[in-house]
């Protein structure tokens, strides 16, 4: 039986590392890969991001654009609003398997409750890089 599995990326740094799962993935023939973009990819100020996906071959389902800003405390919670009513909203249309992120930054983390909710597998990785 297919899987049905989205990966959800939020910066071009998290969806380089998770390239070539990904691509291995996209040729399984016993799962579905669907990909959404959101946070910076959205975002013309770091360069459209979603662009390289498309340009590697893959197509993205749904840009789901957060108004990223850090600027303050208020607008970080405006976008976590943002975030998790229009990812609820996609997770209720989509019936996935899993959900798999890569959370090396803060929007990412805005979504990790949403598929427990939603009663989905999550397959979470979360990367710490250590200066010396």
Do not use: W
């Not at 998770?18 to 016993?30: F, I, T, V, Y």
């Not at 770091?46 to 390289?52: A, C, D, E, K």
């Not at 976008?79 to 959370?103: H, P, R, T």
Request: aromatic share 12%; glycine share 6%.
């Amino acid at each position: 039986m297919m899987k049905k599995i989205v990966y959800v990326t939020g910066s071009r740094a998290e969806y380089g590392i998770m390239k070539r799962l990904l691509l291995a993935l996209d040729l399984d023939p016993e799962i579905e890969l669907t990909i959404v973009a959101t946070g910076m990819h959205c975002d013309e100020k770091y360069g459209s991001t979603y662009q390289v996906i498309e340009n590697d071959g893959f197509k993205i389902d749904r840009l789901i654009d957060i108004n990223l800003d850090t600027s303050n405390n208020a607008k970080i919670l405006n976008s976590m609003s943002i975030c998790q009513s229009e990812f609820g909203q996609y997770f209720q249309e989509n019936k996935f398997d899993a959900v798999m992120i890569l959370g090396d930054r803060y929007e990412i983390f805005f979504l990790l409750r949403l598929p427990l909710q939603c009663i989905i597998y999550l397959l979470f990785t979360y990367m710490v890089v250590r200066k010396h």
